[in-house]
Structures are given as structure tokens and as C-alpha cells.
């Protein structure tokens, strides 16, 4: 099997880049793997430390097949340094796995994303690979994976011509704000997109992830999932970009088990019981959507 190379994002957060480090060169694999780092310039001066000790880390970085990294004189923000690291790395290896420094991978995740990554390659309908599930009610089902309209930027893979197929400009705002068909594609993946996207827009964030899941939403896209999570996200204690709050809403148990071969369907559909589980959990608040009509009028 041809592995991906895996890709590593970190800023300023040495304790969670020490652990999610020594997570995945745990993995299956991991002395096989080819392993980028992208490290961002401070953003201020009381940041320059905590950067000093990121970039000491990835100096001693051991267990992969070579180690290659970035470090950028210049402070570019997450969505920049998603962007640009991915497209760079992609053009040349064609696939890829992408991590930020605040994800705790299971022992397979390496072996779950690479044979998914081989196993649905020439499905064009599949934009990405997820490490992470939700923590919803399983249904039974016959396989170790199911699909999803819903895209998770939390440990996840995708490929050349699925990435490069992202307007990153979003040139079509406009005509999604007055097509009710669009936004329908967009919301069929979780009501909480449409009005980030707009704050995105609107220089409110700058999330790269859910210009992303537009572009999976407007090519009709799934993502597929492993049904025990792979990957959990330490970063929900408002260490980080994301999360101002600490919240445990998203926390699961990763897989324990040492197997790395996994059931892969060959009929590509949601859900419905999962869907629904999905949009449920990722549902703004009232409180939320109060905010959103007045601040974005949606």
C-alpha cells in the first residue's frame, strides 16, 4: 500500500502538540509514514514563547519514515496554513492525512485512513475521510464505516482532485444567498453551516473547514466515517482558535483495539437514523440563532 503522508498543523499549544505527537507515532505504520509540519509565526508577543517551545518539540521528533517541516517566519493564521500546507503537499503526493497539534489518534487511525483513503479513491461521489465521529447512538450496522453529507475537519484525508476543486473565494456567495436549492444542499449537512459560512464571508472567521464543506455540499459529497471514532479532540478546553469555552459536548472514546483491517461498504448512501443523530448535535441553539438573525440576517 502507497500511505499518504500525514500532515501536522501547530501553533501555540506545546502540551497538546507533545501529546498528539506521541499519539500518533504510536500508530500502525507511523515508522512508514512520511510526516509534515506546519508550524505558524506568533501571532503577538506573548505567543513568541509559547511558539519557541512548539518549534523545540518538533526538533526532536522521532518515528516516521522522514520527518519534513515548516517553519514560517510570518504569522498566517490556521485557515492560511491549512490551505497553503495542504495544496503544497498534495500536488506532490496526490493524498493526503491532515492533523492539528490537538488531536489524540487511536493506534489504527493511521491503518483505518490509509485503507480508506485506497478503498474509495475512484468514488468520486466521497470528497474526504473522517478519524473523528460525533458521539451519537449507533445504530447496528454491517460495516466499520458509514457515510455522511457532513464533513469533520478533526483528523481527516481527501484527495488531489476532490481538494482542488474548492473555490476558496466562495465567488458564488451571492447566488447561494438567493438559492434556496444550494442552501438546501448546505443545511442537509448541518443548520450551523449556512451562517458560518456567512460570518466567514463577512471577515467574522476565518474558518478554511467550512468553505470546504461548501464545496463538498455543492458536489453532492460524502464523507465517509469509521464507526468507533479514531481520533479525539483535546482542544475543547478554550486553548485554542475554535473554542472560547471549555465544553466536553464532543468528547468520545477512540478505538482501543489493535486491529488494522476494517469492513468497508461498497454501496455509497447516508443513514437516515445517523443523519438525523448528526443534525441533532450540531444544531445552533435558540440563543444562537437569535444572534445569527440579528448579526447575519439569517
Wanted: with cysteine; charged share 25%; proline share 3%.
Amino acid at each position: 500500500m502507497n500511505l499518504a503522508p500525514v500532515i501536522l498543523f501547530a501553533y501555540n499549544r506545546p502540551g497538546h502538540l507533545k501529546k498528539t505527537l506521541d499519539a500518533l507515532k504510536n500508530n500502525l505504520n507511523a515508522d512508514k509514514s512520511v510526516l509534515y509540519v506546519f508550524s505558524d509565526a506568533a501571532k503577538s508577543e506573548k505567543d513568541k514563547p509559547l511558539v519557541y517551545q512548539v518549534r523545540s518539540i518538533l526538533k526532536n521528533i522521532v518515528g516516521f519514515k522522514d520527518i519534513i517541516i515548516r517553519l514560517h517566519e510570518e504569522n498566517l493564521g490556521l485557515a492560511a496554513s491549512v490551505i497553503s500546507g495542504v495544496t503544497e503537499v498534495i500536488k506532490e503526493h496526490k493524498k493526503v492525512i491532515v492533523l492539528e497539534d490537538d488531536l489524540l489518534t487511536s493506534h489504527n487511525f493511521l491503518c483505518f485512513m490509509n485503507q480508506a483513503l485506497d478503498k474509495y479513491e475512484s468514488s468520486k461521489s466521497i470528497f474526504s475521510i473522517s478519524g473523528y465521529t460525533l458521539p451519537i447512538k449507533m445504530p447496528k450496522l454491517s460495516f466499520d464505516v458509514f457515510f455522511s453529507f457532513r464533513y469533520s475537519s478533526w483528523g481527516w484525508a481527501t484527495w488531489e482532485d476532490r481538494w482542488l476543486k474548492t473555490d476558496w473565494e466562495v465567488k458564488d456567495f451571492h447566488e447561494l444567498l438567493n438559492n434556496k436549492n444550494l442552501q438546501s444542499k448546505l443545511n442537509r449537512s448541518g443548520e450551523d453551516l449556512l451562517p458560518m459560512l456567512k460570518a466567514q464571508q463577512l471577515n467574522l472567521n476565518n474558518s478554511w473547514a467550512v468553505r470546504w464543506a461548501y464545496t463538498n455540499a455543492k458536489n453532492d459529497a460524502y464523507c465517509v466515517y469509521p464507526v468507533i471514532s479514531k481520533v479525539m479532540n483535546i482542544g475543547t478546553d478554550a486553548s485554542g482558535t475554535n473554542f472560547t469555552r471549555s465544553t466536553t459536548k464532543y468528547d468520545v472514546l477512540i478505538d482501543e483495539k489493535a486491529n488494522c483491517t476494517f469492513t468497508f461498504s461498497d454501496e455509497v448512501q447516508c443513514n437516515t437514523q445517523i443523519e438525523d443523530a448528526i443534525k441533532k448535535i450540531v444544531k445552533p441553539s435558540l440563543l444562537r440563532k437569535t444572534i445569527n438573525r440579528f448579526k447575519l440576517s439569517i
